[in-house]
């Protein structure tokens, strides 16, 4: 069993810039491995370490939902070193539950990040991959999906909003005083 939990909308890790990972440890692995089990759990097709109320730049994305050979992968330290084209496709988020919203975003990237051996790659990505890719990326900094969708569409989501972040903010109500000490200083719920 997993001691990681999907945290939702409104919890202020969310909105925290990830720190990059110097190195991959024992812990990394195990955070790895349990984000994938959480992923599989959540039937999501990709997770960031935000998610799990950890602060890094650490990303999981299932391949075998979009190819048939491929595998859950743990992409660190990821860098989107270009982009081009437009596509338009629906998102949803394990932190957004219930909502999904059509979001435009470059339709390939070029990446560069670190594979969970530690080693530099940089590779290009297009159609759903491309875009979980960069979904995920954006959980790294801080950024949710609803950021970029238009201010209206954002405010008809509002009682939504409201009420994912007022159940998330008993759950936080309810952690250990040590989790607590990891929020301090934090001022960002919605
Ligand atoms: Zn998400």
Same mark, same amino acid.
């Given at each position: ?40 759990? $959540?039937?999501?097709?990709? /997770? ?24 859950? !992968?743990?992409? /660190?330290?990821? $860098? ?21 919203? $059509? ?25 759903? !991959? ?26 008809? /989501? ?23 000490? /990891? ?6 719920? !919605?």
């Amino acid at each position: 069993m997993s001691d990681l939990r999907v945290i939702k909308y409104g919890n202020p890790i969310l909105r925290l810039k990830a720190q990059k990972i110097d190195k991959v440890d024992a812990d990394i692995r195990r955070v790895v491995d349990q984000m994938v089990e959480i992923m599989w759990d $959540e039937a999501g097709i990709g /997770l960031a370490a935000p998610q799990v109320a950890r602060s890094i730049q650490l990303l999981v994305v299932d391949h075998s939902l979009i190819d048939e050979d491929g595998k859950p !992968t743990a992409y /660190l330290n990821p $860098e989107i070193l270009s982009a081009e084209g437009e596509s338009i496709m629906e998102e949803g988020c394990l932190s957004l539950p219930d909502i999904r919203e $059509e979001v435009k975003r470059p339709a390939a990237i070029r990446l560069r990040y670190q594979n969970i051996d530690g080693e530099m790659l940089e590779k290009n990505f297009d159609g759903l !991959t491309a875009r979980v890719l960069q979904h995920e990326i954006d959980h790294l900094d801080g950024i949710l999906f609803i950021d970029r969708i238009s201010p209206m569409k954002k405010q008809l /989501l509002n009682k939504e909003l409201k009420s994912i972040a007022a159940e998330e903010k008993e759950k936080i109500a309810k952690i250990s005083t040590s989790d607590i000490e /990891l929020l301090t200083g934090l001022s960002d719920v !919605t």
